[in-house]
């Protein structure tokens, strides 16, 4: 649900171009619902690029990695480290753009026009090596407040994860272990094949070799056999009695 309202944030504020900022704690994902966001937009309309900002940011880095893109996301926004005066150069770069829309060329002082440009940007409270960051550059931007998740959401995020690595199924794709036993049964020349009954206990030998050679637990075991059973009397109207096949799960 967290999730959907972010994206619906992302929606909105791209289509009025209005720049976004997420503002939370560490670990609420901010990161991963922008750089998912600006994946999802179609590549022929735009240019995703992310800029991971840290206390070694330089306005001269942050000019050349940007300078290429047309869409634009920040990361850690308040991590530049201040210099003495209390500016941070990287943000007071973007800050400029904001205001004026244009940067000035390095070489000869003329001026670069900057446009098609959004800033989709994230950051942490301030501390623990982040910085505030000037109101002259929050103020152009739409801030969001992700907040840390409760017990309740913990619970199910890790009870999800957990539940799906502990899991005894197999993959939903089964499309390469079907060909398996397809190709196994085929490698029998129809020659050796007259009798009914022997295509039926190949095709039992080749889905016990494909699916049944990779169970370790024992009621699993016993489930592949029922299944095994059942299909044979369903669809080929035998019973594995009468096709001369081990009645019973192999040890």
Known sequence: ?????????????LSHQVPLLFVGPTGTGKSIINSNFLMSLPKEQYTPNC?????????????????PKLDRREDDLNMPAKEIYGAQPPIELLRQWIDHRHWYDKKDTSRLDIVDVLFISAMGPPGGGRNDITGRFTRHLNIVSIDSFDDETLSKIFTSITDWHFSTGFDTSFYRDFARVIKGVLLCPHTHMQDGDKLIRLWIHEVYRVFYDRLIDNEDRKTFFSIVRERTATYFKQTLDKVHWYSGPMP
């Open 1 to 13: 649900m967290e999730t959907a309202r972010q994206f619906f944030f992302c929606r909105t504020y």
């Open 51 to 67: 800029l991971n900002f840290s206390a070694r940011t330089s306005a001269s880095r942050c000019r050349t990695s940007s300078w």
